[in-house]
């Protein structure tokens, strides 16, 4: 799926001095004092660059330079800092929050950001009826429970104190929200170069925020490129004068781009080169913590995975630590629940269930296919943090699969068409993933396992299950502020999901990520979203 040869340059206009950049090749300035550019390969291009409406995290880790939020993750871990906002106080019944926000701070545009910025982006966001709500806007409606005059909303209001002080009114209390707001998906926009493209196609394709890069040039399926924001509020950064993500869709190509030195850094490096990277002293190995999940959905709507049976035993058939072995190379965990143990709640008493094709072949036949069935099984073609290499998965999966009946014919789409497809449900089974966004169980119980997102176009609950009970011990667990309270719903759902098995979850990964020994000051973030504004070259 991916391209190997020459990596082709191209012009770049940028700040009105033109200039050459090598997209896969290093800037001819580069190390001169001229210009400092760093080249950042990855396995896909982003989807958009609004990440208010985008779920990728190929879209998502360019925005975070581009955009920023009202608070912000450490470097390291989830743990909330101050952002555009410089500090923050609660009402004890956990319905107010009141922010106080950093002063002189400026669009890329020149147009200032201030309270009145920050209502117009939550209004946009939330509100059907506002005139600058074009789009899905899903992370708002999996965070804060749908929108405007939806039942279970939980944003009441959002008002100008003055011009640096922001009141959010809840309608209920929610524990999650502080880190909720840290998500990248929560960007402050410019309120000028928004009302410029009411239909929001413009902002898409060139967002305008505060953030230490600017947006120069998108050439899509190969490059996106941007600039250092030389008025960032942080004085003395960003480091490098541009950043470009070039896409290399192989992941061996861009391993080889990186050894050539046409790329500085890469994310999607296969498990097995992660030993050839430790081996080479022009290179240093990183190492993402590993918050995410991979797994395969099972799309409860569609037979034969209505059946309780079918779906259990789909689970049997599933030998994870012989994908473990042949995929990963040591780098992830057979994933028992939705969520890691890295992430607070995670229930420790969950029994898995066994590899074990006999007992799969009974339960098919207590499910009323003795002779199995035919099913389409999605994977994804591009290299996914949870999934290296999800055709090679599926075709693994396939042949246990046969074994008890089952005949997979394996589907796949480039991932954007893959994305809307099983966003829309039209999948029976699909590989799938998520990378945490914020810390938090509510981040992947509620938003990939509740009802209320199996809203399309863009379900972030791709296996379209529906618990009644489940859904109520996640509203409880999301509108506690006691986290011991919130550990125990958390435990008790992940018991309910483990039962009606509407996943098979696969791994953990822990990602292992590749950059030339000279460039410091990158660490890989949970998240998948990583701050560049620290990262230098030294020659």
Not at 9 to 33: I, M, Q, R, Y
Not at 37 to 49: E, F, K, N, P, Q
Not at 135 to 150: A, I, V
Not at 257 to 262: E, N
Request: charged share 25%; aromatic share 10%; with cysteine.
């Amino acid at each position: 799926m991916k391209k190997r040869g020459l990596i082709l340059s191209l012009s770049v206009t940028l700040l009105a001095t033109s200039f050459l950049v090598a997209c896969g090749g290093k800037d001819p300035n580069a190390g001169s004092g001229k210009s400092k550019t760093l080249i950042y390969g990855r396995g896909a291009d982003s989807v958009g660059l609004d990440p208010s409406q985008q779920t990728d995290g190929e879209s998502l880790k360019v925005t975070k330079q581009i955009l920023d939020t009202l608070v912000d993750y450490k470097d390291d871990s989830t743990e909330v800092v101050p952002g555009l906002a410089e500090k923050w106080e609660k009402t004890p019944d956990g319905l107010t929050w009141t922010f106080t926000l950093k002063q002189g701070v400026k669009f890329h545009d020149g147009t200032p950001f201030n309270a009145e910025a920050v209502v117009f982006n939550f209004e946009r966001w939330m509100d059907k009826k506002n005139p600058y709500h074009k789009g899905d806007f899903p992370y708002y409606g999996y965070m804060f429970g749908g929108f405007k005059g939806d039942k279970g909303h939980v944003m009441k209001s959002v008002t100008a104190v003055d011009a640096n002080t922001v009141k959010f009114e809840l309608a209920v209390p929610q524990g999650p929200f502080l880190n909720n707001l840290a998500m990248s998906s929560f960007g402050i926009g410019s309120p000028e170069a928004i009302k410029k493209d009411p239909e929001g196609v413009k902002f898409n394709q060139a967002p305008v925020g505060t953030g230490p890069f600017k947006f120069v040039e998108w050439k899509k399926n190969d490059s996106i490129t941007l600039a250092r924001n030389p008025d960032y509020y942080e004085k003395g950064l960003p480091k490098m004068d541009k950043v470009i993500f070039k896409s290399i869709p192989d992941n061996a190509a861009r391993f080889t781009a990186l050894k050539s030195g046409d790329i500085d850094m890469m994310d999607g490096l296969n498990p097995d080169d992660a030993k050839l990277v430790e081996a080479d002293k022009k290179l240093q190995l990183k190492l993402r913590p590993g918050m995410n999940v991979g797994y395969l959905a099972l799309n409860t709507t569609k037979k034969p995975f209505d059946k309780l049976e079918v779906r259990q035993a789909i689970n049997l058939a599933t030998n994870k630590k012989g994908i473990i072995e042949s995929f990963f190379a040591g780098y992830a965990k057979p994933a028992v629940n939705p969520m890691p143990d890295v992430v607070w709640g995670f229930n420790k008493e969950t029994q898995d269930y066994e590899y074990n094709l006999e007992k799969a072949k009974a339960l098919l036949e207590k499910a009323g296919y003795p002779n199995g069935f035919e099913v389409e099984f999605y994977a994804m073609t591009e290299p996914r943090p949870y999934m290296p290499n999800g055709k090679k998965v599926a075709e693994f999966m396939q042949e246990d699969l046969k074994k008890i009946g089952v005949t997979a014919k394996i589907v796949t789409y480039d991932w954007q068409t893959y994305k809307d497809r099983v966003g829309k449900g039209e999948h029976q089974m699909a590989l799938y993933g998520w990378t945490g966004d914020n810390g938090d169980p509510d981040n992947f119980l509620y938003v990939l396992l509740d009802k209320d997102n199996t809203r399309t176009p863009d379900a972030g609950n791709v296996a379209f299950y529906k618990n009644d009970t489940l859904h109520d011990v996640l509203i409880k667990a999301q509108q506690s502020t006691d986290q011991k309270a919130r550990t125990d719903f958390y435990q008790k759902a992940q018991e309910i999901i483990k039962k009606d098995a509407p996943w098979v979850p696969l791994v953990h990964a822990t990602v292992p990520e590749a950059a030339r020994a000279e460039i410091s000051g990158w660490i890989p973030h949970p998240t998948g979203s990583d701050k560049l504004l620290n990262v230098s070259m030294e020659k």
